[in-house]
């Protein structure tokens, strides 16, 4: 007989599964190697920048003062009596209507106060002598940066968990960070079940389909920061998938696999749990596709059963799995980003549990539409492909109309939330 | 005395960098490894998708006319004939008021037209034989995908050029592609030029600053879809810039220079595109920052002269380098995704070229927002950290204000445009 499962809320079953919630380790990795890997540390400022006023332009530094008389017809001559390319320290004393010829970066000579830019400052020679000849006001402070401008000693620049982007990159290199202390990826397993899946390489046999979910899932865990590891197929028996699950486990963080949680007769995976004393957090929750996702812990472990059907698999995955491998890495908003949409489609199939359908957000005038990726019934491979977002229809009897406006997850998105 | 340079618009440079483009080479990668490359050929479907009527959930398979007369006050018993998992075909002829214990995914017997899932099914047993009774109609084609439903023979599923995502390994799988056919990356070359700079485990000196674009362009690169090598520090000796980019150039598919491309004294750049034979497609564009960035081109390479501003050089890349390696990696839609999105904040300074701030958006509601990412003075390495997008202001003498509409181009996202 079927075994009756009492569902719960999406957020009750993603409040249990972060109930068990972990920090990875550190690692030391080369700034070369380190765009794309994740914070496990914050990055503080070891030193002001610039460390040094600096002239932002090629021109010539100056002292302000000398041309607060300055107009059309007024102009004064200034004498060019040192040059400095960026690197480089002016020894010189600047004095009255004197000038240094100064690079972009440079350090502004102490005497200095303003910069004036090659283009306006009417450069001639006089005897092989060098001038420029100013004609108008240059305020204090022109055209430089000043020391401690951009960043202040001692502030923290980037917070632990942050993914390392080429800004970032840039603040590690301008700090002396030659090494970057970074996240551990989480190494997670991935079993498929299920006797009617051929292998990518088998040929196709009458009744049978190619196993998808598992390269599919292993591109999701890449995909949020973690490595993935495929152990092939378990066979439709319990205790040889006991074994290889409990002996696999011991190499990985955590383990996935897909199909088996059905309340089907070939659905071994919850007495496979209970074989291994591992605590089943849910196995039923009130959400379309993917409510049979059931996630179980063992020993520090999770042990996520995702649904067969693709699509179910996919959302189980990224409502669940992801956000456990962020926080392995140190995120502070492990989740999806969620924004507001409007709807760009009619859903009219009253719900009575909360959907997640797999969308396409596009940007139109200043406002963001969400529209169905394909055909969205569950077990929709190629509506997966174009999916860039999941757009969430809390369960209601009237359906939903083109112009609602929808929560909406965001799949390729770095900013994350606190959700739920 | 200062060479003058004439500045061509934004557009203008950008087509006559994409003028010279050209698509890379393709290689076979296994499809484990798939995963965020781009596609170099478009991937078809080679059959139907499902291959067969299949069931969608776990039930009974029946034929669907015997349902027809079936209400509350009026049931019915199915005797239950079969039995048959995933990957299993039944070979028992199904006739009237008989049923087939059917799993998820199973292909439906010839007989039957629909299925009834478990929890309605009232399944019982009389003398070990199991029947099922129904007390309402069963729709035909209730609870099944259909043969093709999902995707035809022979029809485009993921176009070249297309970046690798779970979804799209999922289809791969589907349909065997245990090898991928994916563009080979393009390997740029990376100098830095400067004798103020200092490498990144280099103490600090007087006057000197550490070399952080050369690292951050690499990053670049690499979030382009590239490979980059990095060649070390340029002198600002003529003779010897010269015989190190000849030599290194013909290691790399383009090249990148970061500095000396200024009319300074010591940017020597424009001097060894002259001395390389290399066409100089421009060396000033009507923009801000980033308006000396510099494009040659020589033998079917890329040359670029990026500025040595740190902002500027970032936007030089993401203007002028990524659409170049994508359309490399055969992307159809090489440059940034450009949306529209009110200004989060007044910028009233006039400014005369456009000016292309870093900037993060934000949604609230349904509306997109932009805010500057940091303080915007060119030379502000902490504003390239968080920013997620360059939010375009073109020219103009009142500055924009808090709630204009203004057009971004989106760092982080796949989805990319035709623009300009």
Redesign the interface.
Known sequence: ??EVRKPISVTEAVKRVMANQKNGETELIS??E???RYLSQSIKAT?D????DRS?Y?GFAIRSIDTINLSSGKSKSFKVID?I?????CKRQVGAYEAV?I?????LPSDCDAVVM??VAN?FKDNNQSYIRLNHIIEKGANL?FKG???KEGCI??EEGTK???????????????SVPVAKKPVIGVFAT????LE??EP?????????????????I??AGGIPI?FGKLA?VLDESYIAIKEKLSMVDSLITTGGV?????DLLPDIYKKLGATVLFNKIAMRPGSVTTVAHLNGKMLYGLS???SAC?VGFELFVRPYIRKFLFSKKPHL?K????LGEDFLTPNHFTRFF?STIE?H?????TFPS??D????????????SLTILPGNKEGYKKGD?VEVLLL????GSEWP
Chains 1, 2 share one sequence.
């Open positions: 007989m079927v700034l070369f380190s765009n794309g030193y920048v610039p460390r040094f932002s090629d040059e390319g960026a690197g480089q320290v010829r690079m972009t970066g440079a350090m090659f283009e450069e940066s401008e951009d960043i620049l980037v390392i982007n080429p800004g970032i990159v840039a603040l590690l290199a301008t700090f002396g960070y030659k299920g006797t009617e899946l990518v390489d196709l046999e009458e009744g049978k389909i190619r196993n998808s979910n598992a390269y599919m899932v292993m591109a999701q890449e995909r495929y439709d059905s309340v089907g007769d070939y067969g059907n693709p996919y980003q924004i507001v949409a409007t797999r940007f005038s200043d406002k963001v539409f394909g055909l019934k569950s077990n929709m491979v190629s509506s997966l492909a174009f999916a860039n406006k390729e998105d770095e900013t």
